[in-house]
């Protein structure tokens, strides 16, 4: 009897550990192995690939002896949920032991190293270029372009820096592969030298995924003969937000403060220690092996448009079947969120989904025929970001969504730029003007400090067009996406939901 449950921080958190001791103790072995990814399943057991879950430990028992149809769901590979996928960079999930080198070389691990090898640097960006990758971070930039960039630089060392600074509101995917597939990770990091001329790679973990940092730690070192003469230093950061901006990250590697570079110089001429850097995240620099072992056409065949490859989708908040989901762009908002992910946990109708993190816009239910795709979420005023998505229910209030947004700004903002420094401090208070109905005398800009301010009320609707005004500021004048990204998620609330910013009492007639 083969007995597997997954080994990775959500499975964890749900208990998996203690069900485990329980198969344990029952006289069975459970291998640890990477997650399949249905997260409201965990802890998922799988016996001979059949799948039980939630499972808990006091059922240990009830599964062994076959009286566990209740947390049966059938064979795990012909699940819906994963049958639907189309698994290129999540391909091993749930099937391998994550720090195992033999199942990694068993399932296709290091094909890509070799082609690449063979091919040499010219070859191995030209098929990076071909198979249309772009950087899965949120830029959507073609990863080859970068690449050609720093390889065609001229200097005496280049380094490659994995941005694994993940801090996306319901987003893991980044976290799934350096917990299920570390080796996969390195691999990728290992072709971008040998096409770039790099021989280290930093990855830049954030403190709060202390597994993924042990698991990375480990693969490092195991892999190390693999991919010598190059080499991979984990470094873990505080985490702050705004470290996941490349300048950011690379001023905190250097031992710096988190704070923004003003580009020129861009990273690739002028990077890490002031050499040419590549700094792709976690899952483009995942889906390169994939490129290289089966070839850009394989890939480049997946998607549509300018959207090549599949997407690590992140299926989260008020959902019945949270998630990650791979599959190739082009499927719509509106099957993700009802087919696949089952709509709302709570039951009650979806109203908004937020794409692309705290900085992503909210989109109603009349555009859940957009396809997920970089070009068709722009033309709408959105981002895919690190493909992550979140799902609110009718009882959402999207004006207070829209302050939270700006509220997170002036939390996290590093300071050095003034749109984004001040700007978001200057949102949240606009923000609550307008849910108060408007400025009346007496409030904060009519007191002496604020000497330049007009001393006069303003109705709701003047604080409105004075916050979109503010948003566009933030969205042209900030330094880097924090700032310039914080305008959507404020300016799609008040384009879609313009009814929550509305103070009935007051109607905006502030006195």
């Known amino acids: 009897m083969r007995i597997r449950i997954s080994d990775d921080a959500a499975a964890r958190a749900c208990g998996a550990d203690a069900v485990a001791e329980a198969f344990a103790k ?59 996928q189309q698994r290129l960079t999540f391909a091993r999930f749930g099937r391998t032991r994550p720090l195992s080198l033999e199942d990694y070389a068993a399932t296709g691990g290091w094909k890509g190293l070799e082609r690449a090898r063979a091919l040499g640097p010219d070859g191995t960006i030209a098929e990076v270029l071909a198979s249309g990758l772009r950087g899965r971070g949120g830029a959507g930039f073609p990863a ?62 954030r403190s709060e995924y202390p597994h993924a940092v042990a698991k990375m730690e480990v693969a490092a070192r195991l892999a190390a003969p693999m991919i010598a003469p190059f080499e991979v230093e984990i470094r873990v ?20 403060r988190g704070e923004v570079r003003a580009k020129p110089p861009l990273p690739a001429h002028e990077g890490l220690f002031g050499c040419p850097t590549v700094i792709n995240n976690v899952l483009t620099l995942a889906a390169v092996p994939f490129v290289l072992a089966e070839g850009a056409k394989a890939y480049a065949d997946y998607g549509m448009g300018r959207s090549r490859g599949t997407m690590p989708v992140q299926l989260a908040g008020n959902i019945k079947y949270g998630g990650l989901y791979e599959t190739a762009f082009g499927i719509t908002l509106g099957e993700l969120v009802n087919e696949i992910g089952g709509g709302t946990a709570s039951g009650r109708p979806v109203r908004a989904v ?19 795709d970089y070009e068709a979420f722009a033309a709408a005023d959105g981002l895919i970001g690190h493909g992550g998505i979140v799902v609110f229910d009718d009882s959402v209030d999207m004006a207070r969504q ?17 749109p984004c420094r001040i700007g978001a401090v200057r949102g949240v208070e606009t923000i ?80």
């Open 26 to 84: 029952a006289g069975h072995a459970p291998e640890r192995v990477s997650s399949w990814g249905m997260h409201w399943l965990e802890p998922l057991v799988e016996v001979d690939g059949v799948g039980y879950g939630p499972a808990t430990p006091d059922r240990a028992g009830d599964i062994l002896a076959g009286n566990a149809d209740d947390l049966c769901i059938g064979s795990i590979a012909d699940h819906p949920f994963i049958r639907g």
């Open 432 to 511: 609550d003007r307008i849910l108060a109905g408007g400025r009346r005398m007496g409030t904060l800009e009519t007191l002496p400090q604020i000497h330049n301010a007009p001393r006069r009320a303003r109705s709701a609707e003047d604080e409105i067009a004075l916050l979109r005004d503010l948003c566009e500021t933030m969205k042209f004048g900030s330094l880097c996406a924090l700032g310039g990204f914080t305008p959507y998620p404020v300016l799609s609330a008040l384009n879609h939901f313009p009814e929550d910013f509305v103070v009935e009492s007051a109607q905006g007639n502030a006195a």
């Open 402 to 418: 829209a302050r939270f947004a700006m509220q997170f700004c002036a939390a996290e903002s590093c300071g050095k730029c003034t």
């Open 237 to 256: 950061g505080a985490g702050a937000y705004v470290c996941g901006e490349e300048t950011s990250l690379l001023n905190s590697i250097e031992g710096k």
């Open 144 to 205: 080859g372009i970068k690449w050609r960039t720093v390889a065609d630089a001229r200097a005496a060392r280049k380094f490659i820096v994995c941005n694994a600074d993940e801090g996306d509101s319901g987003t893991f995917a980044d976290r799934m592969v350096m917990e299920g597939d570390p080796f996969m990770l390195i691999e990728g990091m290992a072709i971008a030298g040998l096409a770039v001329g790099a021989d280290k790679a930093y990855v830049y973990i």
């Open 354 to 372: 937020q794409v692309g993190g705290p900085l992503g816009a909210y989109i109603p239910r009349t555009q859940f025929d957009l396809p997920f």
